[in-house]
C-alpha cells in the first residue's frame, strides 16, 4: 500500500478557488491510478475525479467537469485538484485514493478500484 496525506481544504467562498495536494510515500506512485473523493455531511462518498498513473489519461464527475482539474507530479509523488468556480454544494471532506500497482483504467469511478485513503482535508464553501 501507500501512505496518503492530503493538504490546502479551507474555507472559501463561492466563486473561489482553492488547490489540494496529496503527498504519497511508500511503494510505486508513478504506477498507481489515483483519485479524488468527496464526502459531505450526511451523505455517501463520491467519485470526484482520477488520473492514470501516467497521467495521460483523466476523468470527472459530471457536477465538477470544467472547473476542477486533476494532474500529478510522479516526480514528486505527489497528485492535485485545481478547484475554480466553487460552489456551497462543494463543501465536503476530499480524500485522495490510489489504485492497485499495475491496475487499468477502468472502472476508476468506484471505490473498490482504491486500495489506500488518505485521512481527507475539509473544504467549505461559503455562499
Known amino acids: 500500500q501507500v501512505q496518503l496525506v492530503e493538504s490546502g481544504g479551507g474555507l472559501v467562498q463561492a466563486g473561489g478557488s482553492l488547490r489540494l495536494s496529496c503527498a504519497a510515500s511508500?511503494?510505486?506512485?508513478?504506477?498507481?491510478?489515483m483519485g479524488w473523493f468527496r464526502q459531505a455531511a450526511e451523505k455517501e462518498r463520491e467519485f470526484v475525479a482520477a488520473?492514470?498513473?501516467?497521467?495521460?489519461?483523466?476523468v470527472y464527475a459530471d457536477s465538477v467537469e470544467g472547473s476542477f482539474t486533476i494532474s500529478r507530479d510522479n516526480a514528486k509523488n505527489t497528485m492535485y485538484m485545481q478547484m475554480t468556480n466553487l460552489k456551497p454544494d462543494g463543501t465536503a471532506v476530499y480524500y485522495c485514493?490510489?489504485?492497485?500497482?499495475?491496475?487499468?483504467?477502468?472502472?476508476?469511478?468506484?471505490?473498490?478500484?482504491?486500495?489506500?485513503w488518505g485521512q481527507g482535508t475539509p473544504v467549505t464553501v461559503s455562499s
Open positions: 485514493a490510489a489504485g492497485w500497482v499495475g491496475a487499468n483504467w477502468s472502472g476508476l469511478t468506484k471505490q473498490n478500484k482504491y486500495n489506500s
Open positions: 511508500g511503494r510505486i506512485f508513478s504506477m498507481r491510478n
Open positions: 488520473i492514470s498513473w501516467s497521467g495521460v489519461r483523466t
